[in-house]
């Protein structure tokens, strides 16, 4: 349905129509029209509750499946041109579908993918974008503004309440919408309620080798629950935010050295997005040289440091009234771009993937912050060469226990039997209420 068209200036001329209420601009390559089609009723099939018990994945007809590639979102953009006319120096379309697109984080997040700034400014994309019933009128004002922006990259925007219909063809699937945290809510009880099951809308209409980041929270086990579902996808390519933690701990390691960010590198996040979470000093470097050789202060580093990292948001939203919605959909792009750009050399980067055949001996099956390499083909490899001292070791084993908890507590989404929750504790990070 869309087409590459030339980067080259173009006039617009707006026309409405009775019923379907579109327009077209014309260009002098070709034609954009934008189409705002009737809201069908469909809700969304993935969501659980702490009332609910999902069954293990089933299969999904084709037939079903086939019914569900036409683009069914409130907007459509379609570039209709003439096969000679199409630029062949551009990529291949990238689809990026993205949850809770009517939220803080999507509002910054979006622009920067529409922009070239992650994928690359050769690189055209289509915005996938999946709301509920409710998101529905703020989504199309998203489109709105998409539109007006005239991004030249942006070949497509969609969006809808079913993730059957927004997931079709995605290449990227950035989860970002999860129920917030209320006042007197457990920690148990959010894996529940935040456990938005996309995985087998993925599982049956997704590119096979979609790249899927998750950002709700709990994070690392929304994350574990999405693959489960998702058979037919590569558990590799799943991965739960922790980029904004590593990027807070080198912003506090190079505020306490004296030095620029850009100066520290070699830092890691280990284990869960939670207080339990790891950030590693021990292997982190500033101007090339180890962490403790520059900062000498270890009680700082044992102590005010990991605090400092985890109350970050806490402490910004006192200050300015609202969470970390900038700062998280940079984190994003961060994540991202460290996936299809080759790490510079010696360096490495945060994220959590599955932790089956990791190398430091990590339990299995859960989803881990652990640093990563990557060639920039989208895939990546754990760092070996790390090193471990008692206080690390300590501390991994504490954030582990936590997530393998976490793991029996949706042992009902997961299809692996019977649910048995015993966290230890709330170990929210401040700022998620």
Same mark, same amino acid.
């Given at each position: 349905?869309?087409? @590459?068209?030339?980067? !080259? ?8 129509? =009775? =019923? ?6 014309? #260009?002098?390559?070709?034609? #954009? ?11 969304? #099939? ?13 299969? &999904? ?12 979102? @409130? ?22 579908? @993205? ?5 803080? %984080? ?18 055209? /994309? ?28 942006? #070949?497509? @925007? ?10 079709? $063809? ?5 989860? %970002? ?100 979470? &790891? ?5 982190? *470097? ?8 520059? %900062? ?20 910004? /939203? ?18 991202? *771009?460290?996936?299809?750009?080759? !790490?510079? +050399? ?19 099956? /859960? &989803? ?10 989208? $895939?990546? +490899? ?7 001292? $008692?206080?690390?070791?300590? *501390? ?21 039997? /019977? ?15």
């Amino acid at each position: 349905m869309a087409a @590459v068209a030339e980067l !080259t200036q173009y006039t617009n001329t707006a026309r409405r129509f =009775s =019923s379907e209420v579109s327009y077209a601009s014309t #260009r002098i390559s070709g034609r #954009r029209r934008l189409h705002l089609r009737p809201i069908r009723n469909s809700g969304i #099939r993935c969501s659980v509750t702490s009332n609910e018990v999902q069954a293990a994945p089933e299969a &999904v007809k084709a037939e079903e499946v086939k019914k569900k590639a036409e683009c069914y979102g @409130v907007f459509c953009l379609t570039y209709d041109l003439k096969a000679e006319e199409e630029t062949k120096s551009w990529k291949k379309l990238v689809n990026i579908a @993205v949850s809770g697109a009517a939220g803080m %984080i999507s509002n910054h997040l979006l622009f920067k993918l529409a922009s070239g700034e992650v994928l690359g400014y050769d690189q055209p /994309i289509a915005l996938k974008l999946l709301g509920s019933e409710r998101s529905l009128q703020a989504l199309e004002g998203v489109a709105m503004e998409l539109e007006d922006s005239l991004f030249p990259l942006l #070949r497509e @925007v969609s969006i809808g309440i079913d993730p059957y219909e927004v997931f079709q $063809d995605a290449d990227w699937a950035l989860l %970002i919408g999860a129920k917030p945290r209320g006042p007197g809510m457990e920690r148990a009880a959010l894996l529940d309620i935040n456990g938005q099951i996309f995985g087998k809308a993925l599982n049956a209409v997704a590119s096979r080798d979609v790249k899927v980041l998750v950002v709700g929270n709990p994070c690392n086990t929304n994350a574990l629950i999405c693959m489960k579902n998702a058979p037919n996808i590569p558990a590799k390519n799943f991965h739960a935010l922790t980029r904004l933690d590593e990027n807070r701990a080198k912003c506090q390691l190079a505020l306490k050295a004296g030095v620029f960010y850009d100066k520290v590198s070699n830092v890691t996040i280990w284990g869960n997005h939670s207080t339990t979470q &790891v950030p590693d000093f021990l292997n982190a *470097r500033i101007n090339s040289l180890p962490v403790k050789e520059v %900062i000498k202060d270890t009680k700082w580093l044992e102590e005010e440091f990991t605090n400092k990292v985890q109350t970050r948001g806490g402490v910004l /939203i006192k200050k300015w009234g609202r969470s970390s919605a900038a700062s998280t959909a940079v984190s994003i792009v961060d994540a991202m *771009r460290s996936l299809v750009t080759p !790490t510079p +050399e010696g360096d490495w980067f945060s994220t959590a993937v599955y932790t089956n055949g990791n190398p430091y001996g990590i339990a299995d099956d /859960i &989803v881990f912050s652990m640093p990563c390499r990557s060639n920039g083909d989208g $895939d990546y +490899e754990l760092v070996k060469d790390v090193e471990f001292d $008692d206080y690390l070791w300590n *501390r991994i084993k504490t954030t582990e226990a936590e997530l393998l908890a976490e793991k029996k507590c949706v042992a009902h989404l997961t299809g692996e039997g /019977i649910a048995v929750c015993d966290l230890p504790g709330d170990t929210m990070l401040p700022g998620e209420m």
